[in-house]
């Protein structure tokens, strides 16, 4: 990120906290790409909306994907795909109070926010975000676009499929599949596989096919 000029993409609350994390890091954001300009704060340049993407320099620019997830990635994971298909690169953030082990792997564009723990030889695919607190241990393994909420934890060798989301202080014990395009609700503790496109909510949680 040092040689590129980093930009956000989004202009939401999400995109916020990873401003404040980059500034931690001594990266700093020239700026922000969002519909409207929406911003909570006045000190970022609004660049315009996301056709200005056209005219700025591929190689000479990083992006950081600030558009959030709560129970659906789908916009996250639609913004992060077109600007690579445009040719550009995402940075992946590690804030300075996360813990990530030597032997664990972060795909591009990876997020681990404030307190987080990725253990040893965890995965993290591309895009996901690990929030504030989340526990990933050892072996797990987690496709793209997933986000793991504030507080959740995922027990040694789960399996998280692409798209999917672990609600806030969710629990899933060690060795559980969860598929893609999943929604694990709030406080659920998850002892056993949930198949593709399911909710599961509960203690212990109960799926469903997701409508």
């Known amino acids: 990120m040092a040689t590129r ?31 409207g300009g929406a911003w909570p704060v006045d000190s970022l340049v609004w660049l315009g909306s996301d056709d200005v993407l056209d005219g700025l320099d591929r190689r000479g620019t990083m992006l ?6 709560t129970r659906a990635a789908g916009l996250r994971a639609t913004v992060f ?10 940075a992946t953030v ?5 813990v990530v082990r030597a ?10 926010l404030a307190g987080a723990i990725v253990n040893t030889d965890a995965v993290v695919g591309e895009d996901s975000i690990v929030n504030s607190g989340a526990i990933i241990e050892h072996h797990c393994r987690l496709g793209s ?13 789960v399996i998280v499929g692409d798209r999917s ?22 406080g ?24």
Do not use: W, Y
């Not at 298909?85 to 995402?90: C, N």
């Not at 590690?94 to 996360?98: K, N």
């Not at 676009?145 to 060798?157: E, M």
């Open 5 to 35: 000029e980093v930009v956000l993409l989004g202009g939401g609350a999400h995109a916020r906290v990873l401003q404040e994390t980059l500034g931690l890091l001594g990266v700093p954001v020239v700026g922000f790409v969002a519909p």
């Open 64 to 69: 950081v994907n600030g558009v959030g997830s």
């Open 81 to 90: 795909e077109a600007a690579r298909a445009l040719g550009f690169d995402f």
């Open 94 to 98: 590690v804030d300075p109070s996360a």
């Open 103 to 112: 032997s664990a792997r972060l795909g591009r564009g990876v997020q681990v």
């Open 145 to 157: 676009h997933v986000h793991v909420s504030p507080g959740a934890v995922l027990g040694g060798g």
């Open 165 to 186: 989301h672990v609600g806030l202080g969710a629990r899933v014990l060690q060795g559980v599949s969860i598929g893609s395009d999943c929604t694990i609700g709030a």
């Open 188 to 211: 659920a503790v998850v002892t056993h596989d949930v198949p593709d496109n399911s909710i599961a909510v509960g203690v212990p949680a109960a799926h469903r096919p997701a409508k």
